[in-house]
């Protein structure tokens, strides 16, 4: 539950998609100094997991959360 993939994989347990960008956004959770951004794997069947990516910086700049959720749709097809 803590750490964007964590919390990406919760939210689409929990599908919670109302007011919701598709992927997850954290910083200094998992490591002073570090930023996430991760999405989930949604529609693949006996997989739970997200794609994220970790960087070392106070935040995560706006572009990459939506790129984060097109990277994670092409792992989903890829899957499926």
């Known amino acids: 539950d803590r750490g ?4 990406a994989i919760l939210s689409a347990r929990q599908q919670t998609t109302a ?7 954290t910083h200094g959770e998992l490591e002073a100094g570090a ?3 991760a999405a989930p794997l949604v529609g693949v069947t006996g997989v739970e997991g997200s794609v994220g990516v970790v960087m070392l910086a106070d935040a995560v700049p706006e572009r990459v959360g939506p790129r984060v959720l097109d990277a994670a749709r092409e792992v989903a097809d890829a899957l499926r």
């Open 4 to 7: 964007a993939a964590g919390r």
């Open 19 to 25: 007011g919701h960008p598709g992927y997850t956004l």
């Open 35 to 37: 930023s996430g951004a």
